[in-house]
C-alpha cells in the first residue's frame, strides 16, 4: 500500500490511497475532494494519476475543505461516491447515487478493506478511517476535538498514520480569530492540538508503525518547527524527518512496507 497526500489543511484536503493486488490490479480511493474540480484535476494529475484512475471517493464529512467538487467530479467521471447518511442529509442538494458508509461496518472497495469510524467533530455525522489491504494498515484521522478510547481502538496497530496536528494553543489565543472560532477551533468537536496530537502518537506508537504524517495543520495557528519538536522524539527521528502534509503540495507518494 501507498498514500500520498494532494494537500491538507483548511484551504482543502484530499488524500490519494493505493493498493496493489498480487496479479496487478489497482485500487485507488481518493478520501475528500476539498477543491475545485479544476484543482483537484491539477493535483492529481501532479501525482500521475487522472480521474478514471481512482476507484472511489469517501468524503469524511460536509465541511467546504473536505466535500468541495465531489458531487460534481464524481458524476462527470462516474465515481463511486461515499460517504455517511449524516453527511449526506447535511446538504441541501445531494446528488443520486450515494453509497452510505456507517460507523464499525467494514465494507470492500477492490482489494482494499475500509472501516469507518466515528469521531467528535462539529459536523452531522463525521467519519474517519482505517484501510487495510493483505498486508498494511492506514488510520487516517483528522478533524476531531479530542481523541476517545473508541477512536484509539480504530488506530490502533496500523502501520502508517495519517495525523491531524492542527494548532498550537497559545498561536491560537493571540490570533485574529474571533472568540468564537477559537472556541470551536480549541473545543471538544473542533481540532486537534499538536500536544494532543502528540499524546495520541505516544499512546498508539508501537514497533510496527511504519509512517507518520502530521496533517492539516493550520496556516494561522501552527507552524511546522512546533510539530517537528514533538513528533520527532516520540519517532526516534531528527525533525526534520518528521512528515508534514503541506496544504499547498500534501506529500510525495508514502509507500507503507
Known sequence: MRFKSLGSGSTGNALVIESASVQGAVTRILVDCGFTQKELVMRLAAAGLQPTDLSAVFITHEHSDHLGCAFKFTQRWG???????GTAMS??????????????????????????????????????????????????????????DYVIRNIYNCHALFLESNHEP?????????????????????????????????????????????????????????????????LECAPDQVRIADADSGTPWIDIH
Request: hydrophobic share 40%.
Open 79 to 85: 465515481i463511486p461516491l461515499w460517504m455517511s447518511e
Open 91 to 148: 446538504l441541501e442538494s445531494a446528488a443520486s447515487g450515494v453509497q452510505f458508509a456507517h460507523d464499525g461496518r467494514s465494507f470492500e472497495i477492490g482489494h482494499l478493506r475500509l472501516t469507518p469510524f466515528t469521531v467528535p467533530h462539529d459536523a452531522r455525522e463525521p467519519l474517519q478511517l482505517r484501510v487495510e489491504d493483505s498486508r498494511s494498515r492506514l488510520g487516517v484521522l483528522t478533524d476531531l476535538g479530542q481523541p476517545t
Open 170 to 234: 497559545e498561536l491560537l489565543a493571540r490570533s485574529s480569530y474571533p472568540v468564537w472560532l477559537k472556541r470551536r477551533v480549541s473545543g471538544a468537536l473542533g481540532h486537534l492540538s499538536n500536544q494532543v496530537a502528540a499524546d495520541i502518537l505516544r499512546e498508539i506508537r508501537h514497533s510496527a508503525l511504519q509512517q507518520v504524517v502530521a496533517a492539516h495543520l493550520s496556516q494561522q495557528n501552527n507552524q511546522p518547527e512546533y510539530v517537528t519538536q514533538l513528533f520527532a522524539p516520540l
